[in-house]
């Protein structure tokens, strides 16, 4: 049974803070992703990784870096957070042969403030 | 890069009837299309998927069509039930790139 887990279901910050959003899978899945989802706009990718130490942009990557140094661990981090990037935020690993079903996490929900 | 189109935003059918949603995809290299069914307050989980060698797929109440030609695919949910309330969520993924492309969800009402 893959678990995807997230550091916290709900995190507040303030306008400027450095923020890490942690994910962590038990399966060991090559591929991790992070997605925002906001209402009417579905699910965004932000960054994902095929390996440890490697990372792609997605769609949405600007505001926003992520560190992979071991293979279960993936981070999200908010150089310097705004308003604009209060939402919810989901983690997904999937294995490394192509169509394998992605599993998520069950998010955390970022305001800032 | 693949662009998901997903359609309507919004459904709402009466309890026993039947639920179609419809996305396009933009890239004929697209060969995975899974569909992903998201409780409220909960995760996205997997519910069908198709590959694009198969026209059609079927899992008790819930099937898939896959028309490569147009582009498109369909989820069909037949005897609606009050546990069917969710939001649905297509996506695509071509086989050189393991990223999985969502369409932006149809949030479905089954009304009593």
Known sequence: ?113 | GENVEQHPSTLSVQEGDSAVIKCTYSDSASNYFPWYKQELGKRPQLIIDIRSNVGEKKDQRIAVTLNKTAKHFSLHITETQPEDSAVYFCAASMSRDDKIIFGKGTRLHILP
Request: overall charge neutral.
């Open chain 1, 1 to 113: 049974d893959v678990k995807v887990t997230q550091s916290s279901r709900y995190l507040v910050k303030r306008t400027g803070e450095k923020v890490f959003l942690e994910c962590v899978q038990d399966m060991d899945h090559e591929n991790m992703f992070w997605y925002r989802q906001d209402p009417g706009l579905g699910l965004r990718l932000i960054y994902f990784s095929y390996d440890v130490k490697m990372k792609e942009k997605g769609d949405i990557p600007e505001g926003y870096s992520v560190s992979r140094e071991k293979k279960e661990r993936f981070s999200l981090i908010l150089e310097s957070a705004s308003t604009n990037q209060t939402s919810m935020y989901l983690c997904a690993s999937r294995g490394d042969t192509g169509g394998d079903e992605q599993f998520f996490g069950p998010g955390t929900r970022l305001t800032v403030l």
